[in-house]
């Protein structure tokens, strides 16, 4: 019952981490500071999907399913929780890519606005 708990938290705090990565960028437009932590995370979640490399909590949440009595899944948390909603049949290398760039492009669209409205408070 414990392992189901905690794998089940590992797919809240990987949904909130996702969620971070993609519009973290807004809180910046609040709290500046955010932006050290935000960055180095909008690295890594682009890199995961454009290197296509499996985020460490998914195998973490595989582990806790299978220490539960449950079943792990095969690929990754994208794969097996996001993609079925988005993309019914399936991800491809290819959505992978666009799934990064989509990430690094919206960032990039934030923090432009971030800059700009902060060159205009120092001018």
């Known amino acids: 019952m414990l392992y189901q708990i905690a794998a089940e938290v590992v797919?809240?705090?990987?949904?909130?981490?996702i969620c971070f990565v993609i519009t973290g960028g807004l809180l910046v437009l609040r709290w500046r500071w955010v932006a050290w932590v935000h960055l180095p995370v909008v690295v890594w979640g682009a890199l995961v999907e454009?290197?296509?490399w499996v985020c460490p909590l998914?195998?973490?949440?595989n582990w806790l399913?299978?220490?539960a009595g449950g079943q792990g899944y095969t690929g990754g948390y994208?794969?097996?929780y996001l993609?079925?909603?988005i993309y019914p049949a399936g991800l491809t290398h290819e959505i992978q890519i666009m799934l990064g760039v989509f990430v690094i492009i919206i960032n990039l669209i934030i923090y432009a606005v971030v800059f700009q409205r902060y060159y205009h408070r120092r001018h």
Do not use: K
């Open 58 to 61: 998914t195998p973490f949440e």
């Open 50 to 52: 454009l290197m296509s």
């Open 65 to 67: 399913r299978r220490a």
């Open 11 to 17: 797919v809240v705090i990987h949904f909130i981490f």
């Open 78 to 80: 994208i794969e097996h």
């Open 83 to 85: 993609i079925p909603i």
